[in-house]
């Protein structure tokens, strides 16, 4: 895909929980190679209204692209690591995760604990290989969130926004375009501690 839809998810990665892109990408292709296409993507804020939207018109595309600020200390360094082993979904009904398919975080948010964390339930029919160049850019100027019209998420890792104005400066690559897959967006919960 050389050219962005109309309205999609926008995702920046970087390091996180301690471990850089390469090892996050390979977990997820994991994830993904042993679910027949399913896995998790964690989202640190909440999504619903968007996501909403988003699925309301069809396909429901995610745009992934690289960070270009420094990963923050507690990102590179965090004092836990946690995997969710239960989820809720949208409506607020229990979601099984399926088998294989996981999502940890840093532990810790704001010298809390965390009792939940947001993510994406993506799925893609090719290998997660991130790639640098080749796919489509994003100007985040040029973006607006879809539910409120205003600012394109540029100081959200995560956000649901659609096309909007000219084009102006596209510094972001398209690293990996997958979807959303049903139940879309939900809330993890029952954190354990892997690290």
Known sequence: MDTLPRAFVWQRFGVESGSDPLEIFGDKETQRRDSGGLFLSGAGNALGPGIRALIAQEP??????????????IDRNPPSVVSWQSAIDLDGQPWAIPQGVKCTSRGHSANAIKAKHNALV??????????????????????????????????????????????????YVVGLVCELAAPYFVELRDPVRVG
Not at 60 to 73: A, W
Not at 147 to 164: F, N
């Open 122 to 171: 993506l799925r893609s029919a090719e290998r997660l290989v991130p790639i640098i160049d080749g796919r489509a850019r994003i100007d985040p100027d040029a973006l607006c969130n879809i539910v409120r019209k205003t600012g394109g998420g540029g100081s959200q890792t995560t956000a649901v926004v659609e096309r909007r104005g000219l084009v102006v400066d596209p510094r």
């Open 60 to 73: 429901s595309p995610v745009m992934v692209s690289p960070m270009q600020s420094r990963p923050k200390r």
